[in-house]
């Protein structure tokens, strides 16, 4: 019998082994113009980070990981969205590509706000 995930992050943490997730980064990158939308390995690695954001969130519910969202709360986009913002702040090489990043990441915030924030608020 299958058990459903408690959490929306539980939930999101299942779908990352599957080709929508794979997908779902792809469009993320293409839509909002990622200037490393085209490279294959960019994307599988923000996959495989926004992953470990997702088990982390899992693994401590208390620990907010993006400033208003919950870490039981978090979601596959909130998820490739914070691994990317990491991502960047770690990344000595971003140079000239950093501002168009901040751009996106920016966008991806401001076009789906209610992936950033408590659900419960919603209603």
């Known amino acids: ?15 990352c082994p599957l080709f929508e997730s794979e997908l779902l980064v792809r469009l993320m ?9 085209d490279d294959e390995e960019f ?16 693994a401590d519910a208390d620990h907010v990981l993006v400033q208003g969202l919950p870490s039981s ?10 691994a990317e913002a990491r991502a960047l702040e770690e990344d000595d090489n971003a140079g000239c590509d950093a ?15 209610s992936c950033f924030c408590d ?5």
Request: charge should be negative; avoid cysteine.
């Open 29 to 37: 990158l293409y839509h909002w113009g990622h200037p490393r939308a």
């Open 99 to 113: 501002g168009a990043r901040k751009e996106w990441l920016d966008s991806v915030r401001h076009s789906l706000p």
């Open 43 to 58: 994307g599988s690695q923000l996959l495989e980070i926004a992953t470990e954001v997702l088990q982390a969130a899992v």
């Open 119 to 123: 659900p419960d608020e919603l209603v």
């Open 73 to 82: 709360h978090m979601n596959l986009v909130a998820a490739v969205w914070y």
């Open 1 to 15: 019998m299958n058990q459903q995930p408690s959490s929306t992050a539980e939930a999101s943490l299942a779908i």
